[in-house]
């Protein structure tokens, strides 16, 4: 298995349980890893063999403008289900995402969390 990754996408959203996070919006940073063969790609170097990494940050950031979530665990749970649902040939993915600046009453530079998920 071979990992493929996507990292640092920033999105501009409105996640999160207080009713401010919900109105005025926070800045997310979301990293992807995905594990598949890629030896079929490797030797025809077609993108049609491949996890094609543009449509795995549209499904993301679809996630993050379509849906509404109170929690960030959600957020990466709702993802990695567009994408098992996408790449059949997904055999494992991650999706780490965070929250910038949060409001937690100090000075925090994001909160996070990372989930795992395998076929």
């Known amino acids: 298995m071979n990992k493929i990754f996507i990292s640092d996408m920033e999105f501009f959203a409105f996640h999160g349980h207080y009713p401010e996070e919900k109105t ?61 649902i996408e790449f059949s040939e997904l055999k494992k993915a991650s999706v780490k995402i965070r929250k910038i600046n949060p409001p937690m009453g100090g000075q925090i530079g994001a909160v996070g969390v990372e989930i795992c998920r395998e076929r």
């Open 24 to 84: 005025a919006g926070n800045k997310f940073l979301v990293d992807l890893t995905m594990y598949a063969d890629t030896r079929t790609a490797e030797i025809s170097d077609s993108l049609d063999d491949a996890i094609n990494y543009q449509v795995a940050y549209a499904l993301i950031r679809d996630v993050f403008k379509n849906t509404k979530s109170n929690l960030l665990e959600k957020i990466a749970s709702d993802i990695l289900d567009v994408l098992f």
